[in-house]
């Protein structure tokens, strides 16, 4: 059992050391998206102080209204992940397109791209709701000293090296994965350090919460109607709870600790739905599946899906293990 209230700076470095042939790269990465966090949670925590509440006016790759604090966020990260010249390459749920990330006299030589949802929870950050950030990491596949390309981001998820989220909720916490169980990290805000507060973390296998937005219910289909119906039934350990929070990175953390289900389908009005497979369905099924639960699109393992667009939208089923085969089952008998 890892020992608590390590910092996240001891932590990652007794990480590196399980494997001898690390180069600190990934560690330096994980320490790069360390600090944008405590950036961002900086800002997010006065945010209605300094006038970043609201829009920007600006429209981005998906036709959404982007929030001041998008735009904030989103900047913030790619200047953490740029200044130290680990990365080759970025994707971002806020820039149209993927990009290069190459300092003068690198040539190319780094091997990580980073994709990232730099503000999730958009609709909450002016009503003081958790919102959150999340980071996708992979091993580029073009040679080192050429220009990344589309491939190095449209790989499955089941070649994420590293994949977490950044919760700005009661208080900060970073969770996160490289592969070898999730562990979170609480902000003590006051010296601004990371602590090992949830080593180890898992999903119960069965929970008594299910979460969706029931507003779309009419327009799901009837295999997510029949399940949101069990889920209501007087029958043994239900009804179960119905809590939604409207932000995907808070819903999942109470699930993961609770035990629950989290569902996106597609919709009449949304064919597939609405989370973004690369840096939103893709990391959080990463961190699901290493502790222990569950994640897909009602049929398909998330990280099995071979993605084919940068913005791409999937179904998501996600959560504790036997909730989401249950799901799995209606969707599979009634579509
Ligand atoms: O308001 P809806 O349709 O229920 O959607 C809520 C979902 O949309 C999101 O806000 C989308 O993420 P962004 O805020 O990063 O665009 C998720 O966090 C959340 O689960
Ligand atoms: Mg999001
Ligand atoms: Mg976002």
């Known amino acids: 059992m890892t020992k608590k209230n390590k910092t996240l700076g001891e932590f990652i470095i007794e990480n590196q050391k399980a494997f001898p042939y690390s180069t600190g790269e990934l560690s330096k990465l994980i320490n790069a998206i360390r600090l944008a966090a405590k950036v961002v949670n900086h800002e997010v925590n006065k945010a ?16 959404e209204n982007q929030q001041k604090l998008d735009v904030l966020a989103n900047a913030k990260f790619i200047q953490s992940l740029t ?41 909450n950050i002016d009503v003081n709701v ?29 070649k994420q090296v590293a994949a977490g989220y950044i919760i700005y909720g009661t208080s900060t ?30 999903y119960p296998e069965d929970g008594t919460i299910y979460s969706v937005n029931e507003g ?15 889920c209501q039934m007087e029958e043994g350990d239900r009804p179960y709870t119905s809590r939604y ?33 690369l840096y939103e369905c893709n990391p959080m099924a990463f961190l699901a599946e290493q502790a222990g639960g569950k ?3 009602g049929f398909q393992a998330i990280l099995d899906i071979k993605p084919s667009e940068l913005h791409q939208r999937v179904p998501f089923f996600c959560g504790s293990k036997n909730m989401v085969e249950k799901a799995e089952e209606f969707m599979e008998t009634f579509g």
């Not at 073009?142 to 190095?152: A, C, F, K, L, N």
């Not at 490289?178 to 949830?198: E, R």
């Not at 779309?216 to 069990?230: A, D, L, R, S």
């Open 83 to 123: 200044n130290r010249e680990i990365v080759c390459g970025i994707a971002s749920e806020e820039e149209n397109d993927f990009v290069v990330i190459n300092s003068q006299d690198n040539n190319h030589q780094n091997k990580y791209v980073v994709l990232f949802d730099p503000l999730d929870g958009s609709s």
């Open 295 to 297: 994640a897909s699109d």
């Open 216 to 230: 779309n219910y009419v327009h799901f289909p009837e295999g997510v109607k029949k399940y949101i119906k069990y």
């Open 173 to 202: 916490m970073l969770v996160y994965t490289t592969g070898h169980g999730v562990n979170g990290f609480t902000l003590n805000p006051a010296i601004g350090t990371f602590y090992l507060s949830h080593p180890d973390m898992q």
């Open 245 to 277: 929070i409207g932000s995907l990175v808070s819903d999942f953390h109470r699930n993961m600790i609770k035990g629950g289900i989290f569902l996106y389908p597609k919709s009449s009005k949304a064919a597939n739905g609405k989370l973004r497979l």
């Open 130 to 158: 958790s919102v959150g950030s999340i980071f996708s990491i992979y091993r580029r596949v073009t040679p080192i000293g050429t220009p990344v390309t589309m491939d190095d981001f449209l790989q499955s998820g089941r």
């Open 48 to 63: 209605g102080l300094i006038d970043i509440l609201g829009e920007s006016g600006d429209i981005n790759a998906q036709g």
